[in-house]
T-cell receptor
Framework: ETGVTQSPTHLIKTRGQQVTLRCSSQSGHNTVSWYQQALGQGPQFIFQYYREEENGRGNFPPRFSGLQFPNYSSELNVNALELDDSALYLC?????????????FGEGSRLTVL | TQLLEQSPQFLSIQEGENLTVYCNSSSVFSSLQWYRQEPGEGPVLLVTVVTGGEVKKLKRLTFQFGDARKDSSLHITAAQPGDTGLYLCAGSPPDGQNFVFGPGTRLSVLP
Protein backbone atom coordinates (compact mmCIF):
# COMPACT_ATOMS: atom_id res chain seq x y z
CA GLU A 1 0.00 0.00 0.00
CA THR A 2 1.77 3.15 -1.23
CA GLY A 3 -0.85 5.70 -0.24
CA VAL A 4 -1.24 6.79 -3.86
CA THR A 5 -4.80 6.40 -5.09
CA GLN A 6 -6.04 6.62 -8.66
CA SER A 7 -9.52 6.82 -10.11
CA PRO A 8 -11.26 5.42 -11.97
CA THR A 9 -9.63 1.98 -11.95
CA HIS A 10 -11.14 0.97 -15.28
CA LEU A 11 -12.93 2.87 -18.00
CA ILE A 12 -14.01 2.42 -21.59
CA LYS A 13 -14.21 5.28 -24.08
CA THR A 14 -14.73 5.58 -27.80
CA ARG A 15 -12.39 7.16 -30.30
CA GLY A 16 -12.57 10.96 -30.29
CA GLN A 17 -13.85 11.26 -26.73
CA GLN A 18 -12.05 12.94 -23.86
CA VAL A 19 -11.00 11.41 -20.53
CA THR A 20 -9.87 12.71 -17.15
CA LEU A 21 -7.90 10.51 -14.77
CA ARG A 22 -7.25 11.47 -11.15
CA CYS A 23 -4.47 10.82 -8.67
CA SER A 24 -4.01 11.56 -5.00
CA SER A 25 -0.36 11.61 -4.00
CA GLN A 26 1.16 10.11 -0.88
CA SER A 27 0.99 12.33 2.19
CA GLY A 28 3.97 14.70 2.28
CA HIS A 29 4.79 14.32 -1.43
CA ASN A 30 4.66 17.42 -3.65
CA THR A 31 5.52 15.82 -6.99
CA VAL A 32 3.35 13.70 -9.27
CA SER A 33 4.52 11.93 -12.43
CA TRP A 34 2.26 10.28 -14.97
CA TYR A 35 3.22 7.24 -17.02
CA GLN A 36 1.55 5.29 -19.83
CA GLN A 37 2.10 1.55 -19.81
CA ALA A 38 0.92 -0.25 -22.93
CA LEU A 39 0.33 -3.99 -22.76
CA GLY A 40 3.61 -5.88 -22.50
CA GLN A 41 5.73 -2.74 -22.23
CA GLY A 42 7.41 -0.70 -19.54
CA PRO A 43 6.00 2.62 -18.33
CA GLN A 44 6.57 5.61 -20.62
CA PHE A 45 6.96 9.04 -19.01
CA ILE A 46 4.19 11.49 -19.93
CA PHE A 47 4.93 14.46 -17.66
CA GLN A 48 5.68 15.50 -14.11
CA TYR A 49 4.08 18.16 -11.93
CA TYR A 50 5.98 19.78 -9.08
CA ARG A 51 4.25 22.33 -6.87
CA GLU A 52 1.47 22.89 -9.43
CA GLU A 53 3.84 23.51 -12.36
CA GLU A 54 4.77 21.14 -15.20
CA ASN A 55 8.35 20.03 -14.49
CA GLY A 56 9.27 17.94 -17.51
CA ARG A 57 7.44 16.24 -20.34
CA GLY A 58 8.00 13.10 -22.36
CA ASN A 59 7.35 12.52 -26.03
CA PHE A 60 3.55 12.82 -25.93
CA PRO A 61 1.36 15.13 -28.05
CA PRO A 62 -0.33 18.24 -26.62
CA ARG A 63 -3.68 16.46 -26.38
CA PHE A 64 -2.19 14.91 -23.23
CA SER A 65 -2.43 17.62 -20.59
CA GLY A 66 -2.33 17.76 -16.83
CA LEU A 67 -2.98 19.72 -13.74
CA GLN A 68 -1.80 19.69 -10.15
CA PHE A 69 -3.85 21.17 -7.33
CA PRO A 70 -2.70 22.97 -4.15
CA ASN A 71 -3.12 19.72 -2.19
CA TYR A 72 -0.73 18.11 -4.76
CA SER A 73 -3.36 15.80 -6.21
CA SER A 74 -3.28 15.69 -9.99
CA GLU A 75 -5.32 15.09 -13.12
CA LEU A 76 -4.35 13.72 -16.51
CA ASN A 77 -6.57 14.78 -19.40
CA VAL A 78 -6.49 13.18 -22.82
CA ASN A 79 -8.46 14.75 -25.67
CA ALA A 80 -9.44 13.28 -29.02
CA LEU A 81 -8.80 9.72 -27.87
CA GLU A 82 -7.17 7.31 -30.30
CA LEU A 83 -7.16 3.52 -30.26
CA ASP A 84 -3.45 3.52 -29.35
CA ASP A 85 -4.24 5.43 -26.16
CA SER A 86 -5.53 2.16 -24.70
CA ALA A 87 -3.16 1.46 -21.82
CA LEU A 88 -2.64 1.43 -18.07
CA TYR A 89 -2.05 4.97 -16.84
CA LEU A 90 0.12 5.09 -13.75
CA CYS A 91 0.55 7.96 -11.35
CA UNK A 92 3.64 8.12 -9.14
CA UNK A 93 4.30 10.50 -6.28
CA UNK A 94 7.69 11.57 -5.00
CA UNK A 95 9.49 14.39 -3.22
CA UNK A 96 10.70 17.74 -4.46
CA UNK A 97 10.61 17.24 -8.24
CA UNK A 98 13.67 15.05 -8.26
CA UNK A 99 14.17 12.19 -10.66
CA UNK A 100 16.51 10.22 -8.45
CA UNK A 101 14.32 9.27 -5.57
CA UNK A 102 11.84 6.48 -5.11
CA UNK A 103 8.63 6.62 -7.08
CA UNK A 104 5.51 5.49 -5.23
CA PHE A 105 3.01 4.22 -7.78
CA GLY A 106 -0.72 3.90 -7.61
CA GLU A 107 -2.50 0.86 -8.99
CA GLY A 108 -3.28 2.61 -12.23
CA SER A 109 -6.27 3.45 -14.38
CA ARG A 110 -6.86 1.02 -17.23
CA LEU A 111 -8.24 2.86 -20.25
CA THR A 112 -9.75 1.03 -23.20
CA VAL A 113 -10.52 3.02 -26.33
CA LEU A 114 -12.93 1.40 -28.78
CA THR B 1 16.95 9.40 -25.97
CA GLN B 2 18.44 6.90 -23.58
CA LEU B 3 17.02 3.41 -23.90
CA LEU B 4 17.09 0.39 -21.61
CA GLU B 5 16.80 -3.17 -22.86
CA GLN B 6 15.89 -6.10 -20.66
CA SER B 7 16.45 -9.80 -21.19
CA PRO B 8 14.98 -12.26 -21.25
CA GLN B 9 11.56 -10.90 -22.10
CA PHE B 10 9.83 -13.93 -20.55
CA LEU B 11 11.10 -16.52 -18.08
CA SER B 12 9.26 -19.51 -16.66
CA ILE B 13 11.04 -21.63 -14.07
CA GLN B 14 10.32 -24.18 -11.34
CA GLU B 15 10.31 -23.28 -7.67
CA GLY B 16 13.80 -23.60 -6.18
CA GLU B 17 15.71 -22.72 -9.35
CA ASN B 18 18.09 -19.76 -9.65
CA LEU B 19 17.80 -17.10 -12.33
CA THR B 20 19.41 -13.91 -13.59
CA VAL B 21 17.76 -11.13 -15.56
CA TYR B 22 19.60 -8.33 -17.27
CA CYS B 23 19.14 -4.63 -17.96
CA ASN B 24 21.40 -3.10 -20.60
CA SER B 25 21.99 0.25 -22.24
CA SER B 26 24.57 1.97 -24.42
CA SER B 27 24.18 5.05 -22.21
CA VAL B 28 25.44 5.90 -18.75
CA PHE B 29 22.95 6.37 -15.92
CA SER B 30 23.44 8.23 -12.65
CA SER B 31 21.50 5.55 -10.85
CA LEU B 32 19.39 2.56 -11.65
CA GLN B 33 16.35 1.18 -9.93
CA TRP B 34 14.62 -2.19 -10.03
CA TYR B 35 10.87 -2.44 -9.56
CA ARG B 36 8.52 -5.42 -9.39
CA GLN B 37 5.00 -5.11 -10.74
CA GLU B 38 2.30 -7.66 -9.99
CA PRO B 39 -0.87 -7.99 -12.06
CA GLY B 40 -3.37 -5.21 -11.39
CA GLU B 41 -0.90 -3.18 -9.36
CA GLY B 42 1.64 -0.43 -9.86
CA PRO B 43 5.40 -1.08 -9.76
CA VAL B 44 7.03 -1.31 -6.31
CA LEU B 45 10.65 -0.29 -5.78
CA LEU B 46 13.04 -3.12 -4.86
CA VAL B 47 16.40 -1.36 -4.87
CA THR B 48 18.38 1.65 -6.08
CA VAL B 49 22.03 1.28 -7.14
CA VAL B 50 24.18 4.35 -7.61
CA THR B 51 27.87 3.44 -7.72
CA GLY B 52 29.50 1.53 -10.59
CA GLY B 53 30.22 -2.03 -9.48
CA GLU B 54 27.83 -1.77 -6.53
CA VAL B 55 26.21 -4.96 -5.28
CA LYS B 56 23.13 -4.95 -3.08
CA LYS B 57 21.34 -7.90 -1.53
CA LEU B 58 17.71 -8.08 -0.53
CA LYS B 59 17.09 -11.51 1.01
CA ARG B 60 17.30 -13.92 -1.97
CA LEU B 61 17.70 -11.11 -4.52
CA THR B 62 21.13 -9.79 -5.53
CA PHE B 63 21.44 -6.64 -7.63
CA GLN B 64 24.58 -5.47 -9.39
CA PHE B 65 25.31 -2.22 -11.19
CA GLY B 66 27.89 -2.48 -13.94
CA ASP B 67 31.27 -0.82 -13.52
CA ALA B 68 30.50 1.62 -16.34
CA ARG B 69 26.97 2.29 -15.00
CA LYS B 70 25.42 1.17 -18.29
CA ASP B 71 23.98 -2.16 -17.18
CA SER B 72 22.62 -4.06 -14.24
CA SER B 73 21.62 -7.55 -13.27
CA LEU B 74 19.18 -9.11 -10.84
CA HIS B 75 19.88 -12.60 -9.55
CA ILE B 76 17.27 -14.56 -7.63
CA THR B 77 18.32 -17.59 -5.60
CA ALA B 78 15.88 -20.43 -4.93
CA ALA B 79 12.95 -18.72 -6.64
CA GLN B 80 9.52 -18.98 -5.05
CA PRO B 81 6.03 -18.57 -6.58
CA GLY B 82 5.78 -15.24 -4.72
CA ASP B 83 8.60 -13.93 -6.92
CA THR B 84 6.28 -14.07 -9.94
CA GLY B 85 5.80 -10.70 -11.58
CA LEU B 86 7.12 -8.15 -14.06
CA TYR B 87 10.62 -6.94 -13.19
CA LEU B 88 11.35 -3.46 -14.47
CA CYS B 89 14.61 -1.56 -14.46
CA ALA B 90 14.56 2.24 -14.54
CA GLY B 91 17.54 4.49 -15.14
CA SER B 92 18.12 8.08 -14.11
CA PRO B 93 20.04 9.92 -16.89
CA PRO B 94 22.99 12.12 -15.87
CA ASP B 95 21.23 15.26 -17.13
CA GLY B 96 18.66 14.91 -14.38
CA GLN B 97 15.75 14.19 -16.67
CA ASN B 98 12.97 11.75 -16.02
CA PHE B 99 13.43 8.06 -15.32
CA VAL B 100 13.66 5.78 -18.34
CA PHE B 101 12.03 2.38 -17.89
CA GLY B 102 12.96 -0.83 -19.65
CA PRO B 103 10.26 -3.09 -21.16
CA GLY B 104 10.52 -5.55 -18.29
CA THR B 105 11.12 -9.26 -17.76
CA ARG B 106 8.00 -11.25 -17.00
CA LEU B 107 8.90 -14.01 -14.52
CA SER B 108 6.70 -16.96 -13.70
CA VAL B 109 7.76 -19.32 -10.92
CA LEU B 110 5.82 -22.56 -10.95
CA PRO B 111 5.23 -24.53 -7.73
Amino acid sequence: ETGVTQSPTHLIKTRGQQVTLRCSSQSGHNTVSWYQQALGQGPQFIFQYYREEENGRGNFPPRFSGLQFPNYSSELNVNALELDDSALYLCASSLDGRYTGELFFGEGSRLTVL
Amino acid sequence: TQLLEQSPQFLSIQEGENLTVYCNSSSVFSSLQWYRQEPGEGPVLLVTVVTGGEVKKLKRLTFQFGDARKDSSLHITAAQPGDTGLYLCAGSPPDGQNFVFGPGTRLSVLP
